[in-house]
């Protein structure tokens, strides 16, 4: 076997010049984590988490094989033991502010002044062990035993380089509302936020505005919209008939443009505690606009969107579609973060376990985002055209010290739709309906042949 210091560098690869080897140690001295000499150190352990990941997520057996040191696999899921969850958010932290480093005051990375953020709402699953499924729930449609427990995750994308600044996990049934004050703390002001209609509501808005945050959302289905001038509104607290707005109309900005009033409901949302909502406003002036989309292929024929940009010569109805249309980039991401990453099932299996690994597939994420930045400069594209699977073989395979060569570049297809369906067939299996365990039991109590 190698020595430590030989295998140290074999497993860091070009991990170093984001996470230096002082950095995991610093981050333990100041959590007040005691560590000793020993071959799994804080260190070693960090690359090794991060290179299984980068790996594929592969099982902890095959790592001794990857790092060329001799362990155990229990040595190795006791050193991650010691690293407790604070661990990996500060290193999470850490990464993303060396990743912003070289980037954040480049123009290119704002639109109209404010960096650009995207919001959205996903799932994940893990093993089936009762604390996980006493943490996080499953599905309703899978029987008891038949299922996985499964998570709600909550993301935050830069919606420029694509960084993943928060990934927030709860409970399945969580909706995507519940936890999104929390991404707020990642972000600055004067900051947009965007996202699906899930976030539009009186108390998100007024709470963006609030920490003079700008918001960008998709109204929500149960909003009543009428773009007549001077129109009715249902006054706050009255019974509104069926089909009459409760924002109050305010100013015409053009087809289908329009300022109005919302009002604070009465009803707090159970996201927020009574003195939160107490501070809001009683009113607030929102933007209302709705485009129609042209595009060939799209499920929707018009969009209507709310936005706290009420500047209708700096932000224009067609800049702002544009704008909007660069929203679902974020399946993307989350698609190259759950299927290329393959964390759409986690490994561990206790609730701390989960907690720590999804912050250590965020630093990954981020850290093939770097590398596709810095080849997007070098090749004078936009880092979203660099290929996110190139970017991560480059990663995964770079030597210490490697130059950066030129990755794969995606080419810009508008336009392009393809149909939901799946053209490879699944095993002919039936689903799980009863626990395996009864199951097991039936297919011995079988007669039997003659």
């Not at 981050?27 to 070693?44: A, S």
């Not at 985002?369 to 997007?376: C, G, I």
Request: a positive charge; charged letters at 25%; aromatic letters at 8%.
């Amino acid at each position: 076997m190698n020595t430590i210091s030989k295998a140290l560098a074999h497993i860091k690869g070009n991990l170093t010049q984001v996470i230096p080897e002082t950095l995991p140690l610093r981050i333990c001295r100041d959590l007040g984590h005691p560590f000793r000499k020993r071959t799994l150190t804080p260190t070693v352990t960090t690359y090794l988490f991060l290179q299984q990941i980068l790996h594929g997520n592969n099982a902890c057996s095959e790592l001794r094989h990857l790092a060329k040191i001799d362990f155990t696999d229990s040595a190795y899921c006791q050193a991650r033991a010691r690293l407790s969850f604070g661990y990996f958010h500060r290193l999470l932290r850490a990464v993303t502010g060396r990743c912003y480093a070289d980037d954040d005051f480049d123009p290119r990375t704002r639109w109209k002044g404010h960096r650009l953020f995207l919001m959205d709402g996903s799932s994940f699953s893990m093993p089936d062990t009762p604390e996980l499924q006493e943490m996080f729930g499953q599905p309703d449609a899978q029987a008891a035993g038949c299922g996985f427990p499964s998570a709600h995750l909550l993301v935050l994308f830069d919606a420029y380089n694509g960084y993943l600044l928060r990934a927030i996990a709860s409970p399945y049934r969580t909706h995507d509302m519940a936890k999104a004050a929390l991404t707020h703390s990642a972000l600055s002001p004067n900051d947009l936020l965007m996202g699906d209609r899930a976030f539009c509501s009186f108390a998100h808005l007024a709470l963006c505005r609030q920490r003079h945050l700008h918001a960008l959302f998709r109204a929500h289905q149960k909003t009543i919209i009428d773009f007549r001038p001077h129109r009715p509104f249902a006054r706050p607290g009255s019974k509104a008939p069926a089909g009459m707005a409760r924002s109050r109309y305010v100013k015409r900005l053009g087809k289908h443009d329009q300022v109005v009033e919302y009002f604070k409901p009465a009803k707090r949302p159970d996201w927020m505690t009574a003195e939160e909502y107490e501070r809001l406003p009683e009113t607030l002036l929102v933007r209302e606009l709705r485009i129609a989309v042209q595009e060939p292929g799209c499920r929707v024929q018009q969009i209507t969107l709310v936005t706290t940009l009420l500047d209708a010569k700096r932000y224009s109805k067609r800049a702002l579609a544009r704008l909007y249309a660069t929203r679902w980039q974020v399946e993307t991401n989350l698609r190259h973060l759950k299927q290329t990453l393959k964390m759409d099932v986690l490994r561990c299996e206790t609730f701390v376990g989960v907690m720590k690994e999804l912050q250590a597939f965020a630093v990954v994420y981020n850290l093939v985002r770097r590398v596709m930045v810095q080849a997007a400069r070098r090749q004078q594209v936009k880092p979203d055209r660099i290929s996110f699977v190139d970017a991560l073989r480059w990663l995964r395979h770079a030597e210490p010290g490697e130059e950066l060569r030129d990755l794969i570049v995606n080419p810009e297809r508008p336009g392009r739709a393809q149909p939901r369906a799946r053209k490879r067939r699944g095993k002919p299996y039936k689903l799980l309906t009863k626990p395996r365990e009864k199951l097991r039991e039936t297919l011995f109590k079988q007669p039997k042949a003659a």
